[in-house]
């Protein structure tokens, strides 16, 4: 038998706190990814799982606590889209934006660029909505073009915010499909969810209440 090779830790986070003013979002939390692994962040609403997740995507600084990713690269998509809701953007350049930090000195999408872009749409089946405007799309069109446009970052870990919360059947089935692909290639996968498919195929699940982990927050495996 060859011999196991130990899991690759893509990211480290420890000792994290957040704290906005006397609210203590987060507090004393540490959290290993692994390459190739799904982990999912569970716990109520007001938890903090979302200032966890946009803290390990380095989106927001933590207000004390280490985070030590090695220089992989991370693919963030939040909760809820930003400013693209109101932008006068095709679902294609929305997509594309997930590719930016892959562009040249000379801003030239590459022929690979594009290939990877087609095919995140692909993916998500948004493809026969490549030249319809963000604006006018459904609720889980959007979710779905904006999971595209993380995979289209091609990062070594990605990291989604509820991506399958008020989608229908179908649409959820292809976001979860995505995040088992997504693992399959080395990808270390963090999901916020409520899921419970998503969370019974997870490699590990996190459990937070009131910003702290709760037993039951297995260790990645
Ligand atoms: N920008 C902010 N300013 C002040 N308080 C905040 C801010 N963001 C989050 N909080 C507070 O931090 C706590 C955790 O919020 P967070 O959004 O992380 O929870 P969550 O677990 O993702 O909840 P949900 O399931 O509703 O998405 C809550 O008490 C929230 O009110
Ligand atoms: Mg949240």
């Not at 600084?61 to 095709?90: K, M, N, W, Y």
């Not at 490699?203 to 297995?218: C, E, F, K, N, Y």
């Amino acid at each position: 038998m060859p011999p196991t090779s130990a899991p690759e830790r893509a990211l480290t986070a420890s000792a994290l706190r957040v704290a906005f003013g006397d609210v203590v979002a987060l507090a004393d939390v540490d959290v290993d990814l692994v390459a190739g692994r799904t982990t999912v962040i569970v716990g109520p609403n007001g938890a903090g799982k979302s200032t966890l997740l946009e803290v390990l995507a380095g989106a927001r600084q933590p207000t004390s606590g280490r985070i030590d990713s090695g220089g992989r690269t991370r693919s963030f998509v939040p909760q809820r889209a930003a400013a693209s809701e109101h932008l006068p953007v095709t679902v294609r350049e929305i997509v594309s934006i997930g590719a930016w930090g892959r562009v040249g000195p000379l801003g030239r999408l590459t022929a690979a660029i594009r290939h990877d872009i087609d095919a995140a749409m692909r993916r998500l089946d948004v493809a026969a909505l490549a030249r319809t405007p963000f604006a006018t799309l459904s609720g889980g069109q959007r979710q779905r073009a904006l999971l595209a446009q993380g995979l289209a970052r091609g990062a070594d870990i990605l990291l989604l915010d509820e991506p399958t919360t008020g989608l229908d059947a179908r649409s959820a089935d292809l976001n979860r499909r995505a995040i088992a692909d997504e693992r399959e290639r080395g990808v270390a996968v963090v999901c916020v969810s409520h899921d419970d498919r998503l969370i019974s195929e997870a490699d590990h699940v996190i459990r937070l209440d009131g910003g702290r982990l709760t037993p039951g927050s297995a260790p990645a495996r």
